[in-house]
């Protein structure tokens, strides 16, 4: 046997007894799953679905169709831009929270799987020109919570794709966006995101078609502020793809 192989045999091995020790958990509710089930346990996994396939009250199509977003549709930074479920019900806030303040590699992995799903959605989208960014966490955010959930979704998505992953972005610290209005949002982003190195980036991201992933998208400041610092790097197009998106009834998209 080659050391490739005991290299994986061990792996195994280990793998298979820590199931015993560690036992695997919902990654939403913490049910015990059994050795051989995946992420969510059945009840998760069918909220997750329904929630998937819940309409827009607007125009009636599901969140992977809905483009329901008015600062969205009013600029052309972003050509393309779909999420994987409302973010309205308890349970979908729960699934982001998870995400966002657990690190759970598993729930990550799934998520990465989702979007990897809306993304072959896009039309003549060609992998080989292809780059991901996403939104960098603040450096206390990052110390609070120990880890970046973006990051990890974009390195996810990167590695079930074969696409490079841009980590250029940077992001200086700033108000929490989910208590401002779109005003406050696009100036407060605006003041916090910065690329590190714009040569660099120029010669990673020019001519390039940007896959931008986030957690949610809300009013859109964050996603169109961020693609506006990827185009001034030549960029060519920027397609945005979120987990989840607030009702486009809500006030704060209206």
């Known amino acids: 046997m080659n050391k490739r192989a005991m290299t994986e045999k061990a792996s195994k091995i280990k793998e298979f007894f820590l199931q015993f020790i560690m036992p695997p958990k919902c990654a939403v509710c913490g049910k015990l799953l059994n050795i051989n089930d995946g992420t969510l346990c059945v009840e998760c996994l069918e909220k997750w679905h329904d929630e998937k396939e819940k309409e827009c009250e607007r125009c009636t199509r599901c969140a992977s169709l809905c483009t329901?977003?008015?600062?969205?549709?009013?600029?052309?930074?972003?050509s393309y831009y779909s999420s994987c479920s409302m973010y309205e019900s308890d349970f979908s806030?729960?699934?982001?929270?998870?995400?966002k303040y657990k690190r759970q590699k598993c729930l990550i992995k799934f998520m990465a799987n989702e979007l990897m799903s809306?993304?072959?959605?896009?039309?003549?989208?060609?992998?080989?020109?292809?780059?991901i960014a996403y939104p960098p966490r603040s450096k206390s955010s990052l110390k609070k919570y120990g880890f970046d959930h973006a990051k990890m979704l974009a390195n996810e998505l990167g590695s079930l794709t074969g696409i490079p992953v841009f980590h250029g972005m940077r992001h200086k610290g700033s108000k929490e966006q989910k208590y401002l209005n779109y005003e406050s949002r696009?100036?407060?982003?605006?003041?916090?995101?910065?690329?590190k190195n714009t040569a660099e980036a120029s010669e990673k991201l020019r001519g390039k078609t940007v896959i931008l992933i986030d957690d949610v998208i809300t009013t859109g400041a964050t996603a169109i502020c961020i693609a506006a610092f990827l185009h001034n790097c030549g960029a060519e197009s920027v397609k945005f793809l979120s987990v989840a998106k607030t009702p486009p009834l809500s006030k704060r998209n209206l």
Request: glycine share 2%; proline share 0%.
């Open 68 to 78: 329901c977003n008015a600062k969205l549709n009013k600029t052309a930074i972003i």
């Open 186 to 195: 696009a100036k407060n982003a605006f003041e916090s995101f910065y690329i």
């Open 118 to 131: 809306n993304m072959y959605m896009i039309y003549g989208l060609k992998l080989d020109n292809c780059i």
């Open 93 to 99: 806030k729960e699934i982001i929270a998870s995400l």
